[in-house]
């Protein structure tokens, strides 16, 4: 009898529909090999949904995610519609919807795919972001007074609870703790942020103290992203508020070859999780075959994973790097291949494991 997994598709806007086929083409071909069964079910929110009907998210919506064991998602961004109204109303609700407290965000550089950053080899670029996805400047806090005059005055608060910065810290640390890795460094800006970081700072060195074979260090945000391209190797794991997460998490998208290779995970590890490319949806490439899919299967192996198939996941990522090295660039378009022969090189990377 397998196991089975209910799965949530959400292909989204732009090339996300191409990309998520992709994943799923993989994961239909190569689950049974694992004992493993997929029951998808897709789900249309999006840009031309909302341009057709004026809906984001409904309760029909969450109703149905609710159901799922995990959520893939392809990627939200229409340029028919006004930037902010599908992040916010879509990616950001869902987030929220679903207390996906943490973001994770691998930055691997595989071997055989090219970096940025001169004399950096796969060995020096080996880490992961942890990132709080549920407040800071996200929580939605602020106002505006005298509106659209002269006088105007906007707030936008950072809003840092013990209790979202205990569960992020703490899940950095058991992360660190079972994928076997060693350090951690709180990204911050205490010098500046000196309650909302001072906070952070403290539940930090609190939670370490219950990991005592952990090494912790800090360093603030702007010197992060100087060691982040002068010395990557430095890093291990990162764990930090939600902008900084952000930001520092393109530019780790940047370093470990481009938005084509890079995948991510909003978790509730006790809840329902989703998984995404960070890449977005590349409007200008859609339904031209040329977008590179593997982002989208990083972030399903990682979706597998998440399930509890670790074999399953460790070869689905080792397939992602035997294809990653077969293309002439991650770039869509200069890949030197399809997407679809992408998406067949990962399942004949995988079928060749199991041989
Ligand atoms: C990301 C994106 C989102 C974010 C946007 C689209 C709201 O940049 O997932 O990193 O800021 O979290
Ligand atoms: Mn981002």
């Not at 105007?152 to 910065?165: F, H, K, L, P």
């Not at 084509?260 to 031209?288: D, H, L, R, W």
Request: hydrophobic share 40%; with cysteine.
């Amino acid at each position: 009898m397998s196991k089975q997994y209910n799965i949530s598709l959400l292909p989204g806007d732009g090339t996300g529909p191409e990309v998520v086929n992709e994943a799923v083409k993989v994961l239909k071909a190569t689950s049974a090999d694992y004992g493993v069964e997929f029951i998808f079910s897709n789900n249309d929110l999006g840009g031309d949904r909302y341009l057709s009907s004026g809906e984001l998210v409904t309760d029909q919506d969450i109703e149905q995610l609710k159901n799922a064991d995990a959520v893939l998602l392809g990627a939200i961004g229409h340029p028919g519609v006004k930037p902010g109204i599908l992040e916010q109303g879509i990616l950001l609700k869902l987030r929220k919807e679903f207390d996906q407290y943490i973001n994770l965000r691998p930055v691997v550089l595989y071997p055989g795919v090219e970096t940025p950053l001169a004399n950096k080899k796969p060995e020096d670029i080996n880490f992961v972001v942890v990132r709080e996805n549920t407040e800071g400047l996200y929580a939605g806090a602020g106002g505006y007074i005298h509106y659209g005059t002269e006088n105007e005055i906007a707030t936008q608060e950072s809003i840092n609870s013990y209790y979202a910065i205990h569960r992020c810290i703490k899940y950095a640390f058991e992360y660190t703790k079972n994928n076997n890795r060693k350090k951690i460094t709180l990204c911050a800006k205490t010098n500046v942020l000196t309650y909302a970081h001072d906070l952070w700072e403290r539940i930090f060195y609190d939670v370490a103290k219950d990991y005592p074979e952990i090494e912790t260090d800090y360093g603030h945000v702007d010197a992060v992203c100087m060691w982040m391209v002068k010395n990557p190797e430095w890093f291990d794991v990162i764990v930090t508020d939600n902008m900084f997460g952000d930001i520092i998490t393109d530019l780790g998208a940047m370093i470990q070859g481009g938005m084509g290779i890079a995948a991510g995970g909003n978790i509730n590890p006790e809840g329902v999780s989703m998984f995404e490319p960070i890449g977005g949806s590349a409007p200008k490439y859609t339904n031209q075959n040329a977008i590179n899919p593997l982002a989208c299967v990083g972030a399903a192996a990682m979706m597998v994973k998440q399930l509890g198939e670790e074999k399953y996941a460790d070869n689905i990522e080792k397939a992602v790097i035997d294809t990653a090295i077969k293309l002439d660039s991650l770039s869509a378009g200069k890949m030197g291949m399809t997407t679809g022969e992408v998406g067949d090189a990962v399942v004949n990377s995988l079928q060749n494991f199991n041989d």
